[in-house]
């Protein structure tokens, strides 16, 4: 059971690393330019909109962390670790539960910001962006799919650091799937 649930940790953790890292790149590598008058060109990129510059910070950050947690599970770094399996097992599960809420709440952040460049502000006098860089704005959209997911992913990251945990204080008999009888 301990070897198929570290194995599984693996396996999400470096399909959390490939979505985040494809995450921060749609939106880091996303430009389109426009021209809109006769010399006059606009360029759309992230850096115009701070939900999107923050989005790209957070996902390469969360993407380094599970790189990171990946080590715990190599022969070599688990040898030279001198504290307690305890308070490693609290520092991981609190750090994916961080890890979890700030790529959760920068995606939001990005998918409130996108909404109001798709929809525009009458009240701000702001315009609708995505009528003019449609290319941009359905590239920002699969970025922010593609956070959800790495959310998803790293929330069963977060159950498995939260059973690890648990385990530690639950009495054997609860942890028994089967009847031994």
């Not at 693996?10 to 890292?21: G, H, Q, W």
């Not at 606009?42 to 990946?70: E, F, P, R, W």
């Not at 315009?127 to 593609?146: D, E, G, M, P, Y």
Request: charged share 15%; glycine share 4%.
């Amino acid at each position: 059971m301990k070897l198929g649930m570290a194995r599984g940790e693996v396996y999400l953790r470096v399909s959390a690393i490939v979505v985040l890292v494809l995450t921060a790149c749609l939106v880091a590598f996303d430009t389109q330019t426009k021209v809109l008058l006769l010399s006059i060109e606009k360029k759309a990129t992230y850096k115009d909109l701070n939900a999107l510059k923050i989005s790209v910070y957070v996902t390469s950050v969360a993407a380094g962390y599970n790189l990171l947690q990946l080590c715990k599970h190599f022969p070599w770094f688990r040898g030279n670790f001198k504290g307690s399996y305890m308070c490693m097992a609290w520092m991981c599960f609190l750090l994916d539960q961080i890890a979890v809420y700030l790529v959760f709440g920068a995606n939001t952040a990005t998918l409130g910001a996108s909404l109001l460049a798709v929809t525009g502000s009458e009240a701000f006098q702001w315009l609708k962006v995505c009528n003019k860089f449609t290319r941009f704005c359905i590239q920002i959209a699969s970025a922010v799919l593609c956070g959800y997911a790495a959310s998803i992913i790293m929330a069963l990251i977060s159950t498995i650091s939260a059973y690890k945990v648990l385990s530690m204080y639950s009495p054997k008999w609860l942890l028994r799937l089967k009847s031994t009888t």
